[in-house]
């Protein structure tokens, strides 16, 4: 930022006019997106007046966006709740109350559903905006004090297919590099990500190496920034069509095959070869040759595929980094293994400059992840099934634990409707906004009995709360976070929590008020029982970090300062897994009645579903969402720029504002989702990934057409808002 670089200091941050300069600093790491960068939390008194760019931090470098520099404004912002509140049923007032009895509340009312309805009836939803030791406290909570395993969390919905893609090939659910790794690659394929909105820190850092020599694909339905932009022009721009992720990439791998492009001694030495060798006779097959594969994925030059698939395979370092445009498909998980068999063809692994990357959407997505939140897996990705494993937890718990499988968010809620899950506690998420097929969301949340949001803000999820537990800001806590490098990076305090309680403590409190005899004084003690159960962590330690500045996972004897890059010395499973990658079109189809499809993302300003930087300066840059339109489908409806239009499909309808441009396809729209008045996900449709229920937020039949205002839906849900939005405390004073 020029602020920053300023070499006069004539240009100084608003707050630091204002308030003065700062008096002391605080390194903590950011929580916004998955890169992970470490800033210096500037303040004066209690007050944070300037956060800077911390120049030792291993991941940024001493560079920032415009989010993690100037969106920290939200953790004093007045919509902030500070105390407790309950009411009886989600169309009363919010009634303030203390911790004591909002706590009890909760846990009295899950005991009685437990009793009433069974073992199985209630539930938590971790978050990956806490830090690991948080997450990890509220999967232990479900697990010991609910006796199930009914946990889940917001990796569910963007990238549970990488976690069983790459397991499945691989045997390691994260992504293979770190950032660093990119001033080696001389070859990037970039797969359903826009880092230069999503990930800015390591975009810049892409751009750097482009402008040095290295060479970019880029598969997409919209020209990004990364397809061209000022001294950026991309080898190839596949713009396919969405939902085509699988077809494209067994056409890449086709080529390779067919032209003998494959690294056979890697193969040979580091992979199954009889799987190669059946994958390899699948992908030769005609039917996915650059001419069939051209017509699938809509695109009018077969042969770009062709040289695509020649420069990823024999231009030297090859690296791909992919994003939700791969993993929220009906075939996610497919798509995921279509990239590692590519890596693993060519030989691409194991290796400074080159491998498979997922970028993670937000600050501690790996972390929640690799803390067990999901409803078959403990800590480290190991399956509740393995006796060994779960007897680790029973020992130190003193519970016996469920070995089957609980319910995934979207399970949870179909249950919730069917009348057996009648109970909740939500820490950190926002469902009704962030989850697809907005009206199911609703019904599940409103059949319950003891919805539990636990969260900064009256979020949209609150809405159908009976007891609402503030937050806490990650300046307000100390603990972890794990990004998408797979780096462990410490969060520190920086002030008191405004609402009394750390998350951590808050989840601590609500344990033993429904009798868990839980006994922590600081989330270093959470992270040294994360190290002495999972083998993955058994090095790491509050200590560790503080000396190394982070470390990356796997941390234990066979690498007691991380592993920067993974499968150096052999693939994590053994030998690596080929897979065939039969591209299935998804049941999402267009027709007369919705002849487009929407796909949807991220803008640079905004992060997730807003709801911490719409309460920051950032909105000026982002005030509403658009809807994308190529010229020729709005010259066909009439629509002109900044009209108002109606967005609908199968599920539902919303209006927005059309924004016509050329950077989307003819055929395609898209918009972003971090506004709740335009609810983008009452529109998206319930078709998941096949192996794990992942949503396909990124195809959806949609029909566009003029509108005169707002849709019925976003009538009825502004005025369910404001009467599920009242507190007691505001009428009396009114």
């Known amino acids: 930022a020029c602020v920053q670089a300023c070499p006069t200091d004539a240009l100084r941050e608003k707050p630091i006019l204002e308030k003065g300069m700062p008096d002391r600093s605080v390194v903590t790491t950011c929580a916004y997106c998955g890169v992970g960068c470490n800033f210096k939390a500037e303040l004066k008194g209690d007050e944070v007046v300037r956060m800077m760019p911390y120049k030792a931090g291993k991941a940024n470098h001493g560079h920032s966006c415009v989010k993690g520099r100037f969106a920290y404004g939200y953790a004093s912002h007045p919509d902030r709740i500070l105390t407790p509140m309950v009411r009886e049923k989600v169309t009363d007032p919010w009634r303030e109350t ?5 706590l009890g509340r909760a846990a009295s009312e899950f005991r009685r559903i437990q009793a009433k309805y069974g073992r199985g009836s209630i539930g938590g939803i971790t978050s990956s905006r ?4 948080e997450t990890y406290l509220v999967q232990k909570l479900v ?4 006796g199930n395993n009914n946990v889940d969390t917001c990796a569910r919905v963007c990238h549970s297919p990488t976690g069983y893609g790459l397991n499945t090939t691989l045997g390691s659910s994260a992504g293979t590099q770190d950032f660093d790794s990119i001033e080696a690659c001389d070859v990037m394929l970039l797969i359903g990500a826009n880092p230069a909105d999503a990930h800015p820190v390591f975009a810049s850092r892409m751009k750097k190496r482009l402008r040095e020599g290295a060479k970019i694909i880029v598969i997409d339905p919209r020209r990004t920034d990364l397809v061209r932009s000022p001294h950026i022009e991309a080898a190839y721009h596949l713009p396919i069509k969405p939902g085509t992720n699988v077809a494209i990439l067994t056409g890449l791998a086709h080529v390779v095959v067919t032209e ?8 040979r030495a580091y992979c199954d070869w009889d799987a190669f060798e059946d994958w390899a006779e699948f992908v030769a097959d005609p039917h996915y040759s650059p001419e069939q594969t051209a017509k699938v994925c809509g695109l009018e030059d077969a042969e770009i595929i062709r040289q695509a698939a020649r420069l990823y395979a024999t231009g030297g370092n090859a690296a791909i980094y992919y994003g939700l445009g791969v993993t929220e498909h009906s075939q996610g998980s497919t798509a995921v293994m279509g990239i590692a068999n590519l890596a693993m063809a060519t030989g691409n692994l194991g290796k400074n400059g080159a491998g498979v990357n997922p970028l993670r959407g937000q600050n501690n997505v790996q972390g929640s992840c690799d803390m067990g939140s999901f409803p078959h897996e403990f800590p480290g990705y190991r399956h509740i099934a393995i006796d060994p494993v779960r007897k680790i937890y029973e020992d130190l718990w003193g519970v016996t ?35 697809p097929d907005t009206h199911h969301v609703a019904a599940g949340l409103e059949a319950m009995e003891c919805v539990v949001v636990h969260d900064l803000f009256l979020n949209e999820t609150a809405r159908y709360a009976h007891v609402f537990l503030p937050g806490s800001t990650f300046l307000e806590k100390d603990g972890t976070f794990i990004y998408a490098e797979r780096r462990i990076n410490l969060v520190r305090k920086v002030m008191e929590p405004r609402a009394r309680y750390a998350d951590w403590e808050a989840t601590q409190e609500l344990a033993r008020a429904i009798g868990l005899d839980w006994n922590y004084t600081h989330p270093s003690q959470v992270m040294d029982e994360i190290a002495a159960t999972t083998p993955t962590f058994s090095g790491v330690s509050f200590d560790l970090l503080e000396r190394e500045g982070s470390v990356q996972w796997p941390c234990n004897e066979k690498a007691p300062l991380g592993t920067p890059v993974m499968h150096i010395d052999g693939i994590v499973r053994g030998k690596g897994n080929f897979v065939r990658t039969e591209y299935v079109a998804t049941d999402e189809k267009v027709g007369p009645r919705f002849p487009l499809l929407l796909t949807t993302g991220r803008i640079l300003s905004q992060y997730n579903v807003g709801a911490q930087t719409r309460r920051t300066g950032n909105v000026a840059w982002h005030e509403e969402d658009r809807l994308e339109i190529h010229p020729h489908d709005a010259e066909d409806r009439g629509i002109h720029e ?14 927005l504002r059309a924004l016509i441009t050329d950077r989307v396809a003819p055929g395609v729209v898209y918009t972003t989702f971090h506004h709740p008045t335009t609810q983008a996900n009452v529109v998206t449709t319930d078709f998941t990934d096949w192996a794990t229920s992942c949503p396909e937020f990124k195809v959806t039949a949609v029909q566009v057409s003029p509108s005169n205002g707002p849709s019925e839906w976003q009538i009825e849900y502004e005025d369910l808002s404001r009467r ?5 405390d505001v009428e009396a004073a009114e």
């Open 143 to 146: 697990r010991q004090g609910f």
């Open 260 to 267: 003998k492009l494959y690294d056979e001694a890697y193969v």
């Open 642 to 655: 900044g009209d108002w239009v109606r967005l609908a499909s199968r599920s539902g309808e919303t209006t």
């Open 401 to 435: 634990l469920d070995k089957e499988p609980g319910l995934r968010i979207n399970n949870m809620l179909d249950a919730a409707v069917d009348g057996t899950f009648r109970g909740i506690y939500i820490q950190g998420e926002d469902i009704l906004q962030s989850d």
């Open 130 to 133: 806490c830090t690991d030791e």
């Open 724 to 728: 599920t939005r009242r507190r007691a």
């Open 98 to 102: 203390t911790w004591e009895e909002a």
